[in-house]
């Protein structure tokens, strides 16, 4: 077989201690991800070791390469093989599922406000029952997806949530608790009225009776015909609308209660409400005209219509209507890529789109002749409803979805306050393949991806510039060394400055990254525990790297000799997180002594370029620690002019990301080595970015500058 004897060439190279540590690769990735997963890493492996027999693909470790597979029935067989190995992996363990946050949005004010489509389906009732089977729920389509082609992320499956019933009050509950840590503010409820007639009403009558389900809301009239087909078409109809005026009448009056609820979405102080198919009344025009009517007589001060961007409607005006809103993938031109898969299934005859492309661009789009609120997808996928011809979009991934979200939130910024708003397609559209929800294969990812972008385009802080702006006049560099504090959890900076920093002030002075949305209380803390600090606003991007980069330019402007970097470690993803920060601090700030100690060691070996923790100091040539991180090395090292460094990642770092250093040691990192931008925005990724690249190449930064790399344990 030829995996087997790639593997085997691949194994029977290199020294001992080198065989030793890819067995044990091989070994775990077998266990824990199966065939596909071993090869990949091999062929990257064997790849970087022997540059001239392969073409560079930065993909090519996260990435199962098929073509080296001849024939069908072996392909198959090896996907089969990793599906069932993949089976018996701790959910929580995969290398990408991203774990929950500590911390929370919750309270913070935020300058637009973003609403996910809610789908309120998800619990039987009578007539799905009829049409569909008895006890028929979404999760019935969604369980039975099956994968189309190689990358096809089917089935998708809930995480925390479950498979829950929406009958049940309290799933709302823990949604609303879940979307409101994250920073999504509101849902939009899709409602479904047949001339009379209320279908999946339970879940929004449940939480209109609920006061106590705290989160905004507004409403999205679905009023397209339900088909067998579910497109909502003139052919197998189950349930069809019956457009009238006086059904425009009957359907406000049945909605009021939810327009007049106080956690209704208003703007200019007007009830939000969207009409999915405009183009499906009679005259939606007067539809409108009634509806604004209508509403007046009823004590509202009118409605703010909007549109659906979707089928052959795009523009708000024809309609009379305030503003237009995106749901894609409707109207999103994407492009088709369906040529360049690779089935599995022969009677596949849907059809594949490139997300990646998509994300780049469709958050840009604007319209300046009427108000189109941005909308933004996780990604696509609706094979669980049409088997065998879904549509689907391949690559759709939590960095990508970043990205399209900040382009959709710095367009919606040039909107006035009132209409800043930006919708997320969905929160639960497990059957679509669209959902912020956890699942067990991303976890949180795309719920950390939307809050992190949210920090970033804070334009109000709690803090006020102001206060920080005070602080860092009264400061003066008073010693000749300094520590550089990443402090991303408020509670564990402050911790950590009273445990450990504080004793240092008649050595050292401080400097402390901080995140946008920090609270003066925070600010204050640290203040009082260490008077000579100074404080640094940062993107919550590039970990605690990004941040350190532009601490180091600061510190180089203040003329220090000796810098301590660390920051607020938690590592949630690992069970040992706590343990090991308390251990790194502890062998670089623990007394008084320590930190002479090392400070006098700097001064009396001019070599020594950076002093690690114990047990710290990391052979990067192994390759469970850089196979992951190769794309970024590779640039890194041929930036840094050490490109051979690439044919066995001969070198060493302190893993941790928390060590002292000489600061001319590490002038490199800001001497135009890395560039801000090229950090990509957080999503949760727990290995293979560009941060996780610079804390490798730390060792190799000194040592083409001259410098040493010493554990504190031999000072």
């Known amino acids: 077989m030829k995996i087997y004897r790639f593997a085997k060439k691949m194994l029977s190279s290199g020294d001992r201690d080198l065989l030793k540590y890819r067995i044990k690769l091989v070994s775990r990735l077998y266990k824990e991800e199966g065939i596909k997963a071993v090869y990949s890493r091999l062929h990257s492996a064997y790849k970087n070791n022997n540059p001239g027999n392969y073409a560079h693909n930065p993909a090519s470790t996260d990435t199962f390469n098929e073509t080296s597979i001849n024939d069908r029935s072996s392909l198959i067989e090896a996907w089969l093989k990793t599906d069932f190995k993949k089976a018996t992996l701790k959910v929580n363990e995969q290398s990408h599922y991203v774990p929950k946050a500590l911390d929370s949005l919750e309270h913070v004010e935020l300058p637009v406000k973003v609403i996910a489509y809610y789908l309120p389906q998800f619990h039987p009732f009578k007539e799905n029952n009829e049409w569909w089977g008895e006890g028929f729920t ?69 939480f209109l009776k609920d006061k106590t389900l705290d989160i905004d809301f507004c409403l999205c009239w679905a009023n397209e015909n339900w088909t067998r087909r579910w497109d909502g078409l003139e052919n197998d109809v189950l349930i069809s609308q019956k457009h009238s005026p006086e059904d425009d009448i009957a359907f406000l009056d049945d909605i009021m209660p939810a327009l007049k609820d106080e956690r209704y979405i208003r703007v200019d102080g007007k009830p939000l409400l969207i009409l999915y198919r405009a183009s499906s009344l009679p005259d939606a025009k007067e539809t409108g005209k009634r509806w604004r009517e209508h509403a007046v007589k009823n004590g509202l001060p009118g409605l703010y219509l909007v549109v659906v961007n979707a089928f052959d409607v795009s523009s708000p005006k024809p309609f009379d209507f305030d503003a237009i809103v995106e749901f894609p993938p409707h109207q999103v031109g994407a492009k088709d890529i369906t040529d360049s898969i690779t089935p599995l299934n022969k009677g596949f005859t849907g059809r594949v789109y490139d997300y990646e492309e998509l994300a780049l661009r469709a958050g840009n789009i604007d319209n300046e002749n009427f108000t189109c609120f941005k909308a933004v997808m996780p990604s696509w996928d609706n094979e669980a409803r049409k088997p065998t011809q879904g549509f689907s979009f391949y690559n759709a991934k939590p960095e990508l979805y970043a990205r399209w979200l900040d382009s959709a939130i710095k367009t919606t910024m040039k909107r006035k306050p009132e209409e800043r708003l930006v919708f997320i397609n969905a929160w639960n559209e497990w059957a679509e393949g669209a959902h912020l929800e956890p699942d067990r294969h991303n976890g949180y990812a795309y719920l950390h991806a939307t809050a992190n972008i949210l920090r970033n385009s804070l334009s109000k802080y709690d803090c006020d510039n102001k206060v920080i702006s005070e602080v860092n006049q009264a400061f003066s560099p008073c010693h000749s060394a300094a520590v550089i504090l990443h402090a991303y959890y408020e509670d564990l900076a402050c911790e950590l400055v009273e445990k450990y920093i504080k004793q240092h002030q008649d050595k050292l002075d401080l400097i402390v990254t901080i995140r946008s949305d920090v609270k003066i209380a925070t600010l204050e803390k640290i203040k009082s525990n260490f008077s000579n600090v100074f404080f640094i606003l940062v993107e919550n991007r590039g970990r605690d790297i990004r941040p350190f980069i532009q601490a180091l330019k600061v510190a180089q402007g203040f003329g220090y000799k000796f810098i301590c970097k660390v920051h607020t470690k938690k590592s949630p993803h690992r069970v040992d997180g706590q343990r090991w920060r308390e251990s790194l601090f502890d062998d670089l700030l623990s007394s008084q002594q320590k930190v002479s100690a090392i400070l006098a060691k700097f001064e009396s070996d001019k070599e020594l370029g950076i002093i690690a923790p114990a047990n710290s100091i990391t052979d990067l040539s192994v390759p469970e620690i850089n196979l992951g991180n190769r794309f970024w090395l590779d640039k890194l090292f041929a930036r840094l002019g050490s490109p051979e460094l690439s044919n066995g990642y001969n070198t060493h770092f302190p893993a941790g990301s928390m060590f002292w250093f000489r600061l001319s040691a590490l002038e490199s990192l800001t001497n135009k080595l890395i560039e801000e931008d090229e950090f990509e925005l957080e999503a949760g990724q727990l290995d293979g970015t560009l941060a996780h690249a610079v804390e490798r190449i730390v060792g190799s930064v000194i040592f083409k500058e001259g410098y040493t790399l010493k554990d504190v344990q031999s000072l």
């Open 138 to 206: 979404e999760w019935t389509n969604v369980t039975k997806a099956r994968p189309q082609y190689l990358g096809h992320q089917q089935p998708r499956l809930p995480g925390e949530l479950g498979f829950y019933d929406l009958r049940l009050p309290q799933v709302m509950r823990q949604q609303i608790d879940l979307a409101k840590q994250y920073g999504v503010n509101g849902f939009c409820f899709h409602h479904y009225w047949f001339g009379g007639k209320r279908l999946m009403e339970t879940p929004v009558q449940n």
